[in-house]
């Protein structure tokens, strides 16, 4: 989610500390999910994530990342030499969007969604067995889309329509973020002030993997439902640039309506 505040640029590592044991050692667990089960699910070490998209979030992400010890890969439109001072500063290695998923654990595609369907073919292909897909995308139909037929016509969330352009499930995540607070608002598990981000996804171990992930970023985490029920944190629902803890998300999912708002309809 683009933000009114600029992106900060050029921040050291040290502005973003991760506790011994990471941002999950003492989380305070939201509904749905046991803490144990979370805890169980902890990945130990580090990973290696692909970030497909050099935006505001895909930028803060690789930040954030990087500060955390995970292998990072990112790429753009543009090509791996415009990526150089963002490689410099974080230490991710800059590749072309069609090597951004080798041998990864998760992949971020953080792009414009109407820039999807001309991804490589197979851009996927070479990533690790069980690879996690995170869409961090929204349609902006009057903004930067276009109209889509398949989402206005047909029903389709935006994550269903990416799913059936990458051929391969994704979760829902970060779309309704403020590129910024990914660097400014992690918070330690149990701060009063922790902020809870929405998940949604069919594939209950992807989801659980991301939503470690969030976790260890310093965010809490709300189970949305599956792909189908991603409409509740599209642009324009009440969740949506939410700040707000585990209560306020949940509570702001449920008062989600499923008619898209006439501002977000081409």
């Known amino acids: 989610m683009r933000g009114a505040r600029p992106v900060t640029r050029g921040a050291p590592r040290a502005e973003y500390p991760v506790p011994a044991g990471g941002w999950a050692r003492h989380r305070r667990e939201p509904p749905g999910q046991a803490p144990h089960d979370l805890r169980k699910a902890r990945r130990v070490g580090t990973m290696k994530i692909g970030i497909i998209g050099a935006g505001h979030i895909g930028g803060n992400l690789t930040r954030r990342l990087t500060a955390l010890g995970h292998d990072v890969s990112v790429a753009n439109s543009r090509g791996p030499y415009t990526l150089a001072a963002l490689a410099e500063e974080t230490g991710a290695t800059p590749v072309p969007v069609g090597e951004a998923a080798r041998g990864a654990d998760i992949v971020v595609v953080t792009i414009p969604l109407k820039a999807v369907p001309d991804l490589p073919s197979g851009v996927l292909d070479g990533a690790a067995d069980g690879v996690t897909v995170i869409d961090t995308n929204n349609y902006y139909p009057r903004e930067r889309d276009g109209r889509i037929a398949a989402i206005e016509d047909e029903g389709l969330t935006e994550s269903r329509w990416i799913e059936r352009h990458l051929g391969h499930p994704v979760v829902k995540a970060f779309n309704g973020t403020y590129a910024q607070d990914i660097l400014d608002r992690p918070r330690p598990a149990g701060d009063p002030e922790r902020m809870a981000l929405p998940v949604a996804g069919d594939d209950e171990a992807a989801k659980t993997r991301v939503r470690v992930l969030i976790d260890e970023l310093g965010f809490d985490t ?45």
């Not at 700040?243 to 081409?266: I, N, Q, Y």
């Open 222 to 266: 709300v189970d949305t439902g599956g792909i189908d029920d991603s409409w509740r944190q599209q642009p324009d629902t009440p969740v949506y640039g939410l700040r707000a803890g585990v209560e306020g998300v949940t509570k702001a999912l449920a008062e989600a309506s499923p008619e898209r708002p006439a501002g977000f309809r081409g």
